[in-house]
């Protein structure tokens, strides 16, 4: 399995960014495809996560309203719409898919870096 994130970059605080994350290596229909965040000094945070099947869609209370994850099933990709970002989204964002019955099926990719400038 492969997770390849990209996307990231310097912004100012109020615009937005499109993170995009390329899915390959197995089928996602029994997966939550999901964007986690690690701030520097900071632990690691659940951001957003997305059905792939089904495309129910999940949001940390920090994010609600700002942000959108979305999935093309065809392309194999995952997408977080990041707006009216916030110095403190400043973080490495991470790709992640698991499996929603066995926990040991749980994939990451590479971090993309966010920054907010304020």
């Known amino acids: 399995v492969q997770l390849q994130a990209s996307g990231g970059g310097l912004v100012q605080a109020g615009g937005s960014l499109r993170l995009s994350c390329k899915a390959s290596?197995?089928?996602?229909?029994?997966?939550?495809m999901g964007w986690f965040r690690q701030a520097p000094g900071k632990e690691r945070e659940f951001v957003a996560a997305i059905r792939w099947n089904i495309g129910t869609t999940n949001y940390a209370d920090s994010v609600q309203g700002r942000f959108t994850i979305s999935r093309d099933n065809a392309k194999g990709m995952v997408y977080l719409q990041m707006n009216s970002l916030k110095s403190e989204d400043t973080a490495v964002y991470y790709c992640?898919?698991?499996?929603?019955?066995?926990?040991?099926?749980?994939?990451w990719g590479q971090g993309t870096l966010v920054t907010v400038s304020s």
């Open positions: 290596g197995r089928t996602f229909n029994d997966y939550v």
């Open positions: 992640t898919a698991q499996h929603i019955r066995l926990s040991n099926y749980n994939y």
